[in-house]
């Protein structure tokens, strides 16, 4: 369609830009004495997250369209990387897969140790 703008993935990509700023913020911060991270809640978009910041957090933001559809995505970010667990934003498969955090290779990753033992 003419003119006709992809606005989930936008508002996706503008969210995941916050998340990114919000989590290198947290990770700057004071320790916290609850395991709250971070709780924002803005007139068209909330974020939440809670755990412990550079080793295991659990959380959800979600925003509204101008068409008044409220998207969510709940996600993990653990030694094994950012996962989403659930989404109405994001895509589901011809066949029905979606995102449910088993996505992807979910071994930790050792970075140049591992490369240096698959060396030798």
């Known amino acids: 369609m003419a003119g006709h703008t992809n606005f989930p993935f936008l508002s996706l990509l503008k969210?995941?830009?916050v998340v990114v700023v919000v989590v290198a913020a947290a990770a700057l911060g004071e320790a916290r004495p609850s395991d709250t991270v971070f709780n924002y809640e803005g007139q068209d978009h909330k974020h939440y997250q809670k755990g412990e910041t550079g080793r295991k957090v659990e959380g959800y933001y979600s925003w509204f369209s101008p068409e008044?559809?409220?998207f969510y995505v709940k996600y993990v970010a653990d030694e094994l990387g950012y996962r989403v667990l659930e989404s109405n934003a994001l895509p589901v498969s011809s066949w029905g897969a979606t995102p449910d955090g088993h996505q992807g290779n979910l071994e930790p990753y050792h970075g140049?140790?591992?490369a240096a033992d698959a060396a030798h």
């Open 112 to 114: 140049d140790a591992q």
């Open 15 to 17: 969210v995941a830009s």
């Open 68 to 70: 008044g559809q409220e």
